[in-house]
């Protein structure tokens, strides 16, 4: 396996275990980034480019579970095992339903460890085998974050590309906007924002704007749906 699937993002701010984790998975020939705290860990965790990542849970600056969040709302979606002393089924399941793909807790063997990186670098494998997403002439790469149409590049900002994302993944099905605001960001439930016709009005412009036929279809009173025609 290469490229990318070899690179790991390690987020630790423990010294000694940041080191021993670095050296540990590059001897067995990983490419290993570290980051100590979690704003650094954010910023190399958006660029997309690693395998997996493993997070420390308990980061100075921002959190292992809030950089998971945040990663997920941007629509990255490269696993992630959290590590944390912090084992309660409460805990790991708050780790996982926050965006997480596994948990370990310390302590820890390192051949445990690596069991659990190299079964989340062939989930990723697998994943990426199907990083195309299309409806009618539109295409979405779900690695680059790029649209096109018809050939054509489409600008999209990150948030509208999840826009997009979501209701293109739910092709020729009505898509609430409740579940575009949970989904695309996290929020279970605000009867008064009008951010979902903002951003879904956006991505209408810039999809089917000059188009011979419209993907992007308002269900009124209910939601949206996207879908080509027959």
Wanted: proline share 3%.
């Amino acid at each position: 396996m290469t490229g990318a699937r070899r690179r790991i993002l390690v987020i630790e701010d423990d010294n000694e275990t940041g080191r021993q984790l670095v050296d540990f998975l590059s001897m067995r020939g990983y490419q290993v980034d570290l980051a100590v705290n979690g704003e650094d860990g954010l910023r190399l965790g958006q660029t997309a480019e690693y395998g997996v990542m493993t997070i420390d849970r308990m980061l100075p600056g921002i959190d292992g579970i809030s950089i998971i969040r945040r990663l997920r709302v941007d629509g990255i979606a490269t696993p992630a095992l959290i590590i944390s002393a912090l084992g309660e089924v409460d805990d790991r399941v708050r780790g996982l339903r926050a965006g997480g793909d596994d948990y370990l807790v310390k302590p820890f063997a390192f051949v445990e460890l690596l069991a659990r990186v190299e079964a989340l670098v062939r989930r990723s494998a697998v994943a990426a085998k199907d990083t195309v997403l299309r409806v009618g002439d539109l295409a979405l790469d779900l690695v680059s974050r790029t649209a096109t149409r018809a050939g054509r590049a489409i600008e999209l900002l990150p948030r509208e590309f999840q826009v997009l994302e979501y209701l293109v993944r739910n092709e020729g099905q009505v898509v609430p906007r409740a579940m575009l605001l949970q989904h695309v960001w996290d929020l279970h439930f605000d009867t008064t924002t009008n951010i979902i016709d903002v951003y879904v009005g956006r991505v209408r412009r810039k999809v089917d704007s000059q188009q011979c036929y419209p993907l992007i279809h308002t269900i009124r009173g209910v939601g949206f749906c996207v879908r080509a025609p027959n």
